[in-house]
């Protein structure tokens, strides 16, 4: 079935719903590891909307498959890395400078002395505060996107589905073997390589070449198992993250159910004045979410089935009004 306007105008509706759900996520991060005792009515509540958001970079990953794997374009490699890069390079430069200052700041305000060495750590992490790890993802992933597409092109649709599996299963053992084994991230240059799964299915859901039977029964199943499992491995000493994690056991899936879903949706408020603003607004709402718990302002010592997503509308929309203004200073729209 050919792609209509329509199907384009559902991507503007995941951007925004990816972008608010990072930010729903990063609110619920807070309660869930630093304010609410493990196992008490407010940790459950921050432990499902951490849970039910762990689709949000995913999603963002399949919407940037389903634009650039699209079998029609011809752009020469050259001018899709000058594009890319000219959208890229000087967001990773920004954001990384001032999320290094920024992060100092923090540490000073906690009493935490930042040495050289933990400086050029963080320099050189790939990710200098804990969201920037996508643009660094990104960059790898925008780096081989032009022999992706030139790959799926010759590739039947048998192909590309075992391609999509062999991948997903490689990256779900690759992220069980890190859990049993204390393993870390390895070097920030090949953490693309996994998400290529989810890179190649964004175009396949899109052109309706993939499709999971029953994707909101596959949803909730998904959100449930995931927030259950993180429950049952975390401890009052130690909060267990497996099952957030993008390549575990249930977040390829719930994942995938909710692109469907964006997908098969007869209609969704595309908000097309909101979408080009996205990638900004994940790049700069850990601001409003730092100045918010400093100041006292999201505290959710109690009430954060409530709270939590109060907290993560007000944040969207501060850092949807910060982006708007940002981009009406000289460079600001290129750093968003």
Same mark, same amino acid.
């Given at each position: 079935m050919p792609v209509q306007q329509a199907d384009y105008d559902k991507l503007d509706a995941a951007r925004w719903m990816a972008a608010l759900a990072v930010v729903l996520l990063h609110c619920a991060a807070f309660p869930l590891t630093s304010v609410s005792d493990y196992g008490s009515t407010d940790w459950?509540?921050? =432990? !499902? %909307?951490?849970?039910?958001?762990?689709?949000?970079? @995913?999603?963002? /990953?399949?919407? *940037?498959?389903?634009? +650039? &794997?699209?079998?029609?374009?011809?752009?020469?490699?050259? =001018? !899709? %890395?000058?594009?890319?890069?000219?959208?890229?390079? @000087?967001?990773? /430069?920004?954001? *990384?400078?001032?999320? +290094? &200052?920024w992060g100092a700041l923090m540490y000073h305000l906690d009493g935490v002395p930042m040495d050289?060495?933990?400086?050029?750590?963080?320099?050189?992490?790939?990710?200098?505060?804990?969201? +920037?790890w996508y643009l660094y993802m990104l960059a790898g992933l925008y780096l081989f996107a032009p022999y992706l597409r030139t790959i799926y092109q010759r590739c039947s649709h048998r192909q590309r589905v075992a391609a999509v599996l062999a991948i997903f299963v490689l990256a779900i053992l690759q992220t069980l073997h890190r859990e049993l084994n204390a393993d870390g991230y390895g070097f920030f240059l090949t953490w693309f390589l996994p998400y290529i799964s989810y890179f190649l299915a964004g175009?396949?859901?899109?052109?309706?070449?993939?499709?999971?039977?029953?994707?909101?029964?596959?949803?909730?199943?998904?959100?449930?198992?995931?927030?259950?499992?993180?429950?049952?491995?975390?401890?009052?000493?130690?909060?267990?993250?497996?099952?957030?994690?993008?390549?575990?056991?249930?977040?390829?899936?719930?994942?995938?159910?909710?692109?469907?879903?964006?997908?098969?949706?007869?209609?969704?408020?595309?908000?097309?004045?909101?979408?080009?603003?996205?990638?900004?607004?994940?790049?700069?709402?850990?601001?409003?979410?730092?100045?918010?718990?400093?100041?006292?302002?999201?505290?959710?010592?109690?009430?954060?089935?409530?709270?939590?997503?109060?907290?993560?509308?007000?944040?969207?929309m501060l850092s949807l009004g910060f982006v708007r203004v940002l981009r009406h200073v000289p460079g600001g729209a290129r750093i968003t």
């Open positions: 459950e509540w921050a =432990n !499902f %909307y951490d849970a039910a958001t762990r689709w949000c970079v @995913p999603v963002f /990953v399949m919407i *940037s498959g389903a634009l +650039l &794997l699209n079998p029609g374009k011809r752009e020469a490699f050259k =001018n !899709f %890395y000058q594009r890319r890069a000219m959208r890229i390079a @000087p967001a990773i /430069v920004f954001w *990384s400078v001032f999320y +290094l &200052l050289a060495a933990a400086w050029l750590r963080k320099a050189t992490s790939g990710a200098p505060y804990y969201h +920037l175009r396949m859901m899109f052109e309706g070449e993939l499709r999971l039977p029953r994707p909101g029964l596959v949803l909730c199943a998904t959100i449930a198992l995931t927030a259950v499992g993180a429950s049952v491995l975390s401890s009052a000493d130690a909060l267990n993250v497996y099952f957030y994690d993008t390549f575990s056991l249930t977040v390829p899936l719930m994942s995938l159910a909710v692109f469907q879903l964006i997908l098969n949706a007869r209609s969704l408020p595309r908000l097309p004045a909101i979408a080009p603003l996205t990638f900004g607004i994940y790049l700069a709402h850990p601001i409003f979410l730092d100045i918010a718990k400093r100041t006292g302002l999201y505290l959710p010592t109690s009430g954060t089935a409530w709270q939590t997503p109060l907290a993560a509308v007000a944040i969207f």
